[in-house]
């Protein structure tokens, strides 16, 4: 379909849904994400600062667990792995604590958009499926 185009596909509500599928709801999610992960991490890079420690843990010995949670590179610039100093201070820091709740939140929104859009991919399935049969 790349290198043809849509116009290949004659059903014209499964084009549609194609198209709107790439044009909107893949562009919406990554605009989103994008816009996501950067006010993340300048939240976090700041909020942190006053908690991190000097001291950080070898790449090798960071769980390999944390690795599905984002790349590397991004967790080790947010500081995990690093010591966290003035645990007790950060614990009762309730503009730190509000900041994960928000984080939290559009987390769970961002997951929900990508539920709705596999569903959406999944409804499309069945309608290539169907095409195809008749």
């Keep these: 379909m790349q290198s043809k185009g849509v116009e290949i596909i004659l059903n014209d509500t499964l084009r549609n849904e194609i198209n709107d599928l790439h044009e909107d709801h893949y562009q919406y999610i990554l605009t989103l994400e994008k816009e996501r992960i ?6 976090l890079e700041n909020a942190m600062k006053p908690y991190r420690g000097i ?10 667990s944390i690795e599905v949670k984002g790349s590397l590179k991004t967790l080790i610039s ?12 950060m614990r009762k820091d309730e503009d730190f604590k509000s900041m994960i709740k928000n984080i939290e939140f ?14 959406y991919i999944d409804h499309l399935i069945i309608l290539i499926e169907q095409d195809l049969e008749d």
């Design 55 to 64: 001291h950080s843990l070898p790449v090798d010995a960071l769980p390999k």
């Design 78 to 89: 947010l500081g995990i792995g690093s010591d966290i100093r003035n645990y007790d201070r």
């Design 38 to 43: 950067h006010y993340n991490l300048s939240l």
């Design 106 to 119: 559009w987390s769970s929104a961002v997951l929900l958009l990508h539920t709705s859009v596999k569903n």
